[in-house]
Nanobody, 120 residues
Framework: QVQLVESGGGLVQAGGSLRLSCAVS????????MGWFRQAPGQEREFVAA????????YIPDPMKGRFTISRDGAKNTVYLQMNSLKPEDTAVYYC?????????????WGQGTQVTVSS
């Protein structure tokens, strides 16, 4: 089993930044890719970013490139999502996930989510 706990969400003005954190515990992390997803009300869940725990390779979908960065700290067992130049359309619940692919497929461990609200 893998336990994931997100933090760092909140209210920010458009153009601002937030850094989300995901504390990871449980099974050996070396086999895992870690991802961030988001879901806005009435919309489908959207893949945001992923990082390979060993090696640190990352993947950011084109809509987020240049604004979002994913990283991990092995010593702290924590994954981060740095979000810059935030827009109102980035408002969503952001979820940390583990165990899937670098392109956002087949994740089977999920956190409880953290709300990000971007005001215009």
């Amino acid at each position: 089993q893998v336990q994931l706990v997100e933090s760092g969400g909140g209210l920010v003005q458009a153009g601002g930044s937030l850094r989300l954190s995901c504390a990871v515990s449980g099974r050996a992390l070396s086999f895992l890719n870690m991802g961030w997803f988001r879901q806005a009300p009435g919309q489908e869940r959207e893949f945001v970013a992923a990082v390979k725990w060993i090696g640190g390779n990352t993947y950011i979908p084109d809509p987020m490139k240049g604004r979002f960065t994913i990283s991990r700290d092995g010593a702290k067992n924590t994954v981060y999502l740095q979000m810059n130049s935030l827009k109102p359309e980035d408002t969503a619940v952001y979820y940390c996930a583990a165990g899937g692919s670098l392109i956002g497929e087949a994740y089977n461990y999920w956190g409880q989510g953290t709300q990000v609200t971007v005001s215009s």
